[in-house]
């Protein structure tokens, strides 16, 4: 993530999305992509990384566009009582 990026995000959770053959992510709010990845596993280690800057949640879409995983940074901000 460059400096330009992180300062100028707006506070939301990170969503990882698949979109004209690429993998990107977009922090909550914003209509654009912040990091564009060639593969999933990519966008997520980075998404992964926005969120946890954010103390945020990121969501993980599928292929098809439903949301295949949700992550909480920290965890102790997670709601659920769940393990997992």
């Not at 990091?35 to 954010?54: F, L, Y």
């Not at 969501?59 to 098809?64: N, P, S």
């Amino acid at each position: 993530m460059t400096i330009w990026e992180a300062t100028t995000m707006t506070k939301g959770d990170i969503e990882t999305y698949p979109q004209d053959g690429q993998w990107k992510n977009r922090p909550e709010g914003n209509q654009r992509a912040s990091s564009v990845h060639d593969t999933k596993d990519e966008a997520e280690a980075a998404g992964r990384e926005m969120a946890r800057q954010r103390d945020a949640e990121h969501v993980i879409k599928k292929q098809d566009g439903t949301i295949g995983e949700k992550n909480t940074y920290p965890r102790s901000r997670d709601p659920r009582e769940i393990p997992g």
